[in-house]
């Protein structure tokens, strides 16, 4: 019976393995059962298999719950920070949305390391890892040759269901005719096949198992070896420029540190390039660059950003602004003309805003440690199995990968990679890890289960919410749009939608058309869903804008309106529309001065306003 049980948490685990990176399928899924976010489910659904883990552990003999282990130090106290930080940051929907993605890395994590124990778990684990990355470059290599426009058609349908998809630089990313499979961005994408990579070609090198004969031997060897040649090239279609660099300079410092023997062929192989590389620039100077373009505008970018995040992270040091934050505070300190972002596109240096040097100590220790666990086993390879040997290489490889992307990217920020990232550091360590004994086994146990269920309650309050806000959106009769989501209020009062606003935000949207539609005085609904909205994301400028207006309008409070449109351009102090509303506000208190004033700054910041601005500055002559 406790085999049976066991076999059901593993089959579990690897089907949120396969699951998780085909995106498109749980779109689709959700869709068609109408569904709330599916990573709600993916988060309890783990978190169910860890209590079902703990509870048949308790009833084994043996003292083997846990595996020790140098990472549960680190990725618990990184996990406890980072929801301490609930008590000071500027958003806690925000926050939480982290600590909520957390919930779901830990025992995904946890499972991996503890329940996949043996090479016969692992090698299953590795099948369904390479077959769920087969299905995601097929459709890569499909999509770029002939689905991108059908996909750009598909986006636009459902683009008020895909939150990614409202962003106002996505579509025209879709034109760039760059692959990205069921990962929404091309370098989403790349992580993912950096990830999966080294466990193809690790796979096609240590395949020569004792109990196959050799034509067994030869055809596995074929089959990750094509394997391997699909997953990089449909990375090549992503065309990731910062990938390229990263998965080149991974494998390098792999064979250079790890496989000394190949340091004499790097090294020459290396001269060769660098000096056909000489030659070709200087014969062929301009088409370098031109092809070094996008690369240097790219790079401006995130300099803009990172310049940005350095500024935030200088006010708030030590603790930072809350987890998962940036992109909420970013607007006051992006420079006039920058891209806004939710994302510092560095994952270390976006920790750091978040959640200070503590954070940032923290998160770092987390490779450290794994690095210094992993390079134990590759010391003792030469006593490891075939197989064993694929999982250190390969989990070795694929965590430097992800490492030294994230000094440019914010994969760690994305769920369907990042939970993918986790069960290959905890599979890869179970390679000869060693058994944990436990004095208190069931205080510990207790302890666990009680966490677990707690966790499990407060998602399934969230599941609530957002299956009301979703019957919400389908409605089109106002008086049941009002009370489904007062109904997500109450089960998760600081709940978003999908495209990140504040349930309490669409709530006084919603009071205002009814206001006009009805001709009736929800004044005080309108202001107090605002004052929540403003109350728990205490950095959104345009619930503070919108509070502004409102009050004007409905109060008649010309002093509050403008302490809290000051608030509002503090937060962003670089975006026309405020201005312009807080032009508008003068305008209602009969300052023309004062508003024609704000709408030139507006125009300054933001010129496709103009029309806007003449239109008022006509009514008001």
């Known amino acids: 019976m406790a085999d049976n049980k066991s076999k059901v948490i593993y089959i579990g685990l690897l089907f949120l393995l396969f699951i998780i990176p085909l995106g498109r399928l749980p779109i689709s899924f959700?869709?068609?059962?109408?569904?709330?976010?599916?990573?709600?489910?993916?988060?309890?659904f783990s978190l169910?298999?860890?209590?079902?883990?703990?509870?048949?552990?308790?009833?084994?003999?043996?003292?083997?719950?846990?595996?020790?282990?140098?990472?549960?130090?680190?990725?618990?106290?990184?996990f406890l920070w980072g929801a301490l930080s609930l008590a000071w940051t500027v958003s806690l929907p925000a926050t939480f949305t982290q600590i909520f993605h957390f919930s779901f890395y830990l025992p995904a994590f946890f499972l991996a390391f503890n329940a996949i124990e043996n090479d016969k778990k692992r090698e299953k684990f590795l099948w369904v890892l390479l077959f769920s990355a087969f299905f995601v470059a097929i459709y890569a290599v499909h999509q770029y040759f002939w689905g991108l426009e059908e996909t750009r058609q598909f986006f636009l349908i459902y683009k008020t269901e895909?939150?990614?998809?409202?962003?106002?630089?996505?579509?025209?990313r879709l034109y760039t005719d760059r692959a990205f499979s069921t990962f929404l961005y091309p370098n989403t994408l790349a992580t993912f096949l950096m990830l999966v990579l080294p466990f193809a070609v690790f796979s096609a090198i240590f395949c020569d198992n004792k109990n196959d004969d050799a034509t067994r031997i030869i055809a596995r060897r074929v089959i990750f070896s094509a394997l391997s040649l699909l997953v990089l090239f449909a990375f090549v279609l992503t065309f990731s420029k910062g990938?390229?660099?990263?998965?080149?300079?991974?494998?390098?410092?792999?064979?250079?540190?790890?496989?000394?023997?190949?340091?004499?062929?790097?090294?020459?192989?290396?001269?060769?390039?660098?000096?056909?590389?000489?030659?070709?620039?200087?014969y062929n100077g301009n088409y370098v660059a031109d092809k070094l373009q996008p690369v240097k505008d790219s790079s401006r970018v995130r300099i803009e950003y990172w310049r940005a995040a350095l500024e935030m992270f200088k006010e708030k040091p030590l603790n930072g602004f809350g987890w998962g934050s940036f992109g909420r505070a970013y607007a006051k300190y992006k420079l006039p003309k920058a891209e806004e972002t939710q994302a510092v596109h560095n994952n270390f240096l976006q920790?750091?805003?978040?959640?200070?040097?503590?954070?940032?100590?923290?998160?770092?220790?987390?490779?450290?440690?794994?690095?210094?666990?992993?390079?134990?086993?590759?010391?003792n390879a030469d006593n490891l199995s075939p197989l064993q040997k694929v999982f250190v290489y390969g989990g070795f490889v694929s965590v430097l990968s992800f490492a030294l992307h994230s000094l440019g990217d914010f994969s760690f920020y994305v769920f369907s990679v990042t939970s993918i990232f986790f069960m290959i550091m905890g599979v890869s360590l179970s390679v000869c890890s060693k058994e944990e004994k436990f004095k208190n086994k069931k205080l510990l146990f207790a302890s666990l289960f009680i966490i677990s269920g707690f966790v499990i309650t407060l998602l399934f309050?969230?599941?609530?919410?957002?299956?009301?806000?979703?019957?919400?959106?389908?409605?089109?009769?106002?008086?049941?749009?009002?009370e489904e989501l007062e109904f997500s209020t109450r089960s998760w009062t600081f709940g978003e939608d999908e495209y990140r606003m504040s349930y309490h935000y669409l709530l006084s949207q919603m009071y205002k058309q009814k206001m006009i539609q009805e001709r009736k005085d929800f004044s005080d609904e309108i202001l107090g869903q605002l004052q929540q909205a403003v109350k728990y994301d205490k950095c959104r400028s345009l619930y503070w804008r919108e509070l502004a207006l409102m009050t004007s309008l409905l109060r008649n409070d010309k002093d509050k309106s403008?302490?809290?449109?000051?608030?509002?351009?503090?937060?962003?102090?670089?975006?026309?529309?405020?201005?312009?509303?807080?032009?508008?506000i003068y305008m209602?208190?009969?300052?023309?001065?004062?508003?024609?004033?704000?709408?030139?700054?507006?125009?300054?910041?933001?010129?496709?306003?103009?029309?806007?601005?003449?239109?008022?500055?006509?009514?008001?002559?």
């Open 461 to 482: 309050r969230i599941f609530t919410a957002e299956a009301h806000y979703l019957k919400a959106m389908n409605s089109k009769d106002i008086n049941e749009v009002i």
């Open 243 to 282: 990938g390229t660099v990263v998965l080149i300079l991974s494998w390098l410092l792999f064979l250079l540190f790890k496989v000394p023997k190949s340091r004499k062929i790097i090294a020459v192989a290396g001269f060769v390039l660098l000096i056909s590389f000489i030659i070709f620039v200087a």
């Open 30 to 44: 959700s869709e068609s059962l109408n569904l709330p976010q599916l990573i709600i489910l993916y988060t309890v």
């Open 562 to 584: 403008v302490e809290y449109m000051q608030r509002a351009i503090s937060l962003y102090p670089t975006l026309g529309e405020n201005y312009l509303v807080f032009g508008d």
């Open 162 to 172: 895909i939150q990614v998809a409202s962003h106002k630089n996505f579509i025209s």
């Open 48 to 78: 169910f298999l860890f209590i079902c883990w703990l509870i048949l552990s308790l009833f084994k003999e043996k003292n083997n719950l846990v595996k020790s282990n140098l990472l549960y130090a680190p990725l618990g106290l990184f």
């Open 351 to 379: 920790i750091g805003t978040e959640l200070g040097i503590i954070g940032f100590l923290m998160f770092l220790s987390i490779f450290i440690f794994y690095f210094i666990e992993i390079d134990k086993r590759i010391k």
């Open 588 to 621: 209602i208190f009969g300052e023309k001065e004062k508003a024609s004033k704000q709408y030139k700054i507006a125009y300054e910041y933001n010129p496709s306003l103009k029309e806007k601005i003449n239109e008022r500055i006509r009514e008001s002559e």
